[in-house]
Nanobody, 125 residues
């Protein structure tokens, strides 16, 4: 079965950087777009970034544009989220997700078939 495992979260100070990783198994990773979402306490899970199957296109939420970079290594079945200039409002559980085949519904949770268990990112001021 498809499995997504995130890692790399932690507690950092405002202005610091973190790199999240998500290792996929149980599917042909290079066939699918991959996304990152986040969920802060009491809030809905929101879109952060997505990358198409070959890395040719990336999409970002306005709140992270210019600070976060999504990338992938299809040889390693892994997607990354480089987060720079972190702010307290970035504090959330971060989830990676695998899209449905041929889906272009990148910004909505409905476009993703599988989810990881999440990794906590906490940014102190």
């Amino acid at each position: 079965q498809v499995r997504l495992v995130e890692s790399g979260g932690g507690l950092v100070q405002a202005g610091d950087s973190l790199r999240l990783s998500c290792a996929a198994s149980g599917c042909t990773f290079s066939n699918y777009a991959m996304g990152w979402f986040r969920q802060a306490p009491g809030l809905e899970r929101e879109f952060v970034a997505t990358i198409t199957w070959n890395g040719g296109s990336t999409y970002y939420a306005d709140s992270v544009k210019g600070r976060f970079t999504i990338s992938r290594d299809n040889a390693k079945n892994t997607v990354y989220l480089q987060m720079n200039s972190l702010q307290p409002e970035d504090t959330a559980v971060y989830y990676c997700a695998r899209s449905y085949m041929y889906s272009s519904d990148y910004y909505s949770r409905d476009g993703y078939a599988y989810w990881g268990q999440g990794t906590q990112v906490t940014v102190s001021s």
